[in-house]
């Protein structure tokens, strides 16, 4: 082909690049999404939960960590709705604040991990060959170290504080990260329109966000939301270790922690937040595959 001729094909793909979803498929994804009631469900309960959190000082009927040793292990009553623990605190008002926590560090966490492992997995599957391998292999090495004692060995060199914290949960979460992004973009880059990009002498940074980026979101967010519910779950089950974040902030993990001593005597005190918890963690992974299936090209595809 001549060069004219192929300076022309290109512009012409350049053109047919991939642009935002249409109206009309928007309307399939926003119309499979509502379709799923349970998956609107947890998407009510997690709005619910997060507008709680934020307007904590609002809604908390008393201070988490003011102490009142008169009212320790308070059954629950129309004073204090789910009782006091041993220091005399409201129990609920302490879920209401530890729930800031838990989604702060999630969210944190998963933003931080999302965006260094899908640049990692998108450099690695464009460019593959020896830097591919590299980079997979240092992904590989991560994975082997469950998330959890990874964790543990970080706060304990470093220190329990948030932000050793977050930095663990979020290199525990870079490796799914980067699989996921890597995977479609090994495909992508074979197209017509990145070849196009190519040609036109576009560079790997522009490829790569103009190009890829928009067609690899979608499993990119569904993860994302996956991961909040292992971030807030580690989260928990660090502090309920005593590695995570320390008293007397609240936390879902150390309140379960400082009830589990009264587990027969005033079950609540444990049950409460576990039973908060629980909730967060299954919230985030029905919505998170409520997404999955409306981001599913199939199921767009059949309703256009």
């Not at 998963?110 to 980079?135: N, P, Q, R, Y």
């Not at 090495?141 to 329990?160: N, R």
């Amino acid at each position: 082909m001549s060069e004219p001729a192929l300076r022309n094909k290109t512009i012409t793909n350049l053109n047919n690049s991939p642009q935002p979803l249409p109206v009309k498929q928007k309307l399939v994804f926003w119309s499979v999404l509502k379709k799923s009631k349970i998956g609107m469900a947890a998407l009510f309960i997690l709005i619910m939960i997060i507008l709680i959190s934020i307007f904590a000082p609002v809604v908390s009927p008393y201070d988490p960590i003011t102490q009142n040793a008169s009212e320790r292990m308070q059954a629950p009553s129309s004073a204090h709705w789910l009782g006091t623990d041993s220091f005399g605190r409201d129990i609920l008002s302490r879920i209401i604040y530890g729930s800031r926590i838990s989604l702060l560090v999630g969210f944190i966490s998963v933003m931080i991990s999302s965006i260094i492992g899908t640049a990692i997995g998108m450099v690695a599957g464009f460019k593959g060959g020896v830097l591919d391998e590299i980079l997979m292999r240092i992904m590989e090495s991560i994975q082997s170290i469950p998330m959890l004692l990874m964790g543990l060995m970080l706060l304990v060199a470093f220190g329990s504080n948030m932000t050793t914290l977050i930095i663990a949960i979020s290199i525990g979460l870079i490796v799914s990260c980067a699989r996921i992004a890597r995977g479609p973009t090994i495909e992508l880059k074979e197209s017509e329109f990145v070849k196009a990009s190519i040609a036109s002498g576009a560079s790997t940074f522009r490829i790569l966000v103009v190009h890829i980026f928009p067609n690899i979101l979608g499993p990119v967010l569904v993860m994302a939301t996956l991961h909040m519910a292992s971030a807030i779950r580690v989260e928990a089950s660090l502090s309920f270790l005593g590695l995570g974040i320390q008293p007397p902030n609240p936390t879902w993990g150390n309140m379960i922690q400082d009830g589990f001593r009264y587990i027969t005597t005033a079950p609540g005190v444990a049950l409460y937040p576990g039973i908060a918890l629980m909730v967060v963690v299954i919230a985030f992974n029905i919505f998170g595959d409520t997404l999955r299936d409306a981001f599913d090209p199939h199921i767009i595809r059949n309703r256009k």
